[in-house]
C-alpha cells in the first residue's frame, strides 16, 4: 500500500483503549490502511518497563475481484502463519480458510465452510493433519435453523486417524415477547462473550458482553475429543479463567448463563 494512513491506539490487560498514551495502557498497537480504509499492516507492543516491546504483527492482501480479505500473514515471538481464503459463489462470507506455515509448505489446519440460501453455515469442517504425535483430526459442526434463520441446534462430531469418533449436540431455544408487554426483568438480549488473548498460554479472559443478567453463568472447556477438561462458575461479566493446567491444542469455551443460553468460542491453547 503507498497510504502512510497510520492509526495508533492504547489499551489495557482488560482491552479498555485509550486515544492516547494513559498511565494505564501497558499495550499500544498500530494500523496502517490503504486508499481504501482497509487495514494492510497492524503491529502490537507490550511496555516491558521503559521500553516498548514488539510481540507480533500482521500483513493483509485482498483480492482484485471484490475486494475481499485474501490472505493474512501473522508473526508472534513464538509462531508464524498464513491464511488463505478463498470465495464461492458469490458470497462475501469465505468458503474455505487454509492455515499454513510462513513458507507455505507446511499446512496447520483447513476449514470449509457450506452455506444455505439465508447465508447461514450448514456445516463447518475443521482438518487438523497435526493435532498430536502421529494423529490426525476431522471436526464437523452441523447446524439446523428456524424459520427466521436463527440456530436451534449444533452438532460437533470430532473423529481421528484411529478412528475415534465422539459427539456433542447444543439446542437453544428462543422466546419472543410483545414490545408493549407489561412483563418485566425479561432478557431479550442474545449472549455474547468475549475471550482473549488468542491464543493462549495461562490466563484466559472472558468477558460477557453488555448484560449483567446473563450471571451467574457456568463455563465448559471442551477438548477435541469432546471431554470436559474443565467447569467453573462465574458470577461477575469480567473473569479470568486459569487455564495453566491443560496441554497445548485447541479448546471450545463454552457459556452456559442462568436462561440456558449458551455462546461457544475456539482457543487455541499455547503452553
Known amino acids: 500500500a503507498d497510504s502512510d494512513d497510520e492509526h495508533w491506539f492504547f489499551y489495557d490487560n482488560d482491552q479498555q483503549t485509550f486515544p492516547s ?14 486508499d481504501n480504509s482497509r487495514p494492510v499492516y497492524s503491529e502490537w507492543f507490550t511496555l516491558q518497563g521503559s521500553t516498548w516491546e514488539k510481540d507480533g504483527a500482521l500483513w493483509m492482501s485482498y483480492n482484485s475481484s471484490n475486494g475481499l480479505l485474501d490472505t493474512v500473514r501473522s508473526i508472534d515471538n513464538e509462531d508464524s502463519t498464513v491464511f488463505v ?49 502421529d494423529v490426525s483430526l476431522n471436526l464437523a459442526l452441523y447446524f439446523v435453523y428456524n424459520d427466521k434463520n436463527n440456530p436451534v441446534r449444533k452438532k460437533m462430531q470430532i473423529s481421528d486417524s484411529e478412528s475415534n469418533i465422539s459427539e456433542h449436540e447444543e ?85 452456559s448463563d442462568k436462561q440456558n443460553q449458551q455462546s461457544t468460542s475456539k482457543m487455541i491453547v499455547k503452553q
Open 21 to 34: 498514551r494513559d498511565s494505564s495502557a501497558t499495550n499500544k498497537g498500530k494500523h496502517t490502511l490503504d
Open 171 to 255: 439446542r437453544y431455544y428462543y422466546e419472543e415477547y410483545d414490545e408493549g408487554s407489561s412483563v418485566t426483568g425479561v432478557n431479550k438480549a442474545k449472549l455474547q462473550i468475549n475471550c482473549y488473548p488468542n491464543p493462549v498460554e495461562n490466563t484466559l479472559y472472558l468477558h460477557i458482553e453488555s448484560h449483567s443478567a446473563f450471571v451467574p453463568a457456568s463455563v465448559n472447556v471442551v477438548d477435541m475429543v469432546g471431554r470436559t477438561v474443565k467447569q467453573v462458575n462465574i458470577t461477575n461479566s469480567k473473569n479470568q479463567i486459569d487455564l495453566s493446567a491443560l496441554h497445548s491444542g485447541i479448546y471450545y469455551i463454552t457459556v
Open 85 to 133: 481464503f478463498t470465495y464461492k459463489d458469490g458470497n462475501t462470507l469465505p468458503a474455505e480458510i487454509t492455515d499454513y506455515s510462513w513458507d507455505l509448505n507446511t499446512l496447520y489446519s483447513k476449514e470449509v465452510r457450506y452455506f444455505n440460501s439465508g447465508n447461514q453455515p450448514d456445516s463447518i469442517t475443521y482438518y487438523i493433519p497435526e493435532a498430536g504425535e
